[in-house]
């Protein structure tokens, strides 16, 4: 009887699980870093806005927790396909696709965010004339 060991066709190689809990990591702290702005963001807009014109910014509160809720909806759906590869070179593929993807979504985000902004500030100005 040989004593090496044969490793499971179902076993996942360590390397992997480091993998894919620092793509995981990576997605959380994506998350992390845009509820941050969020929170900081929907605070300066309740400080700075008083009760006549706070409902003209609850348009922009309402897109950034959308915005929010489909950020995190693709960081799990990235942690999924990556717990789904079948090798490496796949999940290399995921992640980059990703990164790219989110920068791209969150420059889009900001900008809109930026736009509503702009016009729920404007509009407050007119109010208030």
């Known amino acids: 009887?040989?004593?090496k060991k044969t490793k499971s066709p179902f076993e996942i190689p360590p390397e992997l699980s480091e993998l894919t809990e620092k793509n995981i990591e990576q997605a959380r702290a994506?998350?992390?870093?845009?509820?941050?702005f969020l929170t900081q963001s929907m605070n300066a807009w309740?400080?700075?806005a008083s009760n006549t014109t706070s409902s003209g910014f609850e348009g922009v509160q309402?897109?950034?927790?959308?915005?929010?809720?489909?950020n995190a909806e693709h960081?799990?759906?990235?942690?999924?396909?990556?717990?789904?590869?079948?090798?490496l070179q796949e999940i290399l593929a995921l992640q980059s696709k990703y990164a790219q993807t989110q920068m791209?979504?969150?420059t889009h985000q900001v900008q809109e965010l930026s736009r509503l902004m702009s016009e729920s500030m404007s509009k407050a100005m007119r109010d208030r004339q």
């Open 62 to 70: 309402n897109r950034a927790v959308e915005f929010a809720k489909e």
């Open 1 to 3: 009887m040989s004593s």
């Open 30 to 36: 994506a998350y992390g870093h845009f509820m941050d």
């Open 75 to 87: 960081s799990f759906t990235l942690a999924k396909e990556v717990a789904r590869a079948k090798d």
């Open 104 to 106: 791209q979504t969150y």
């Open 46 to 48: 309740s400080g700075a």
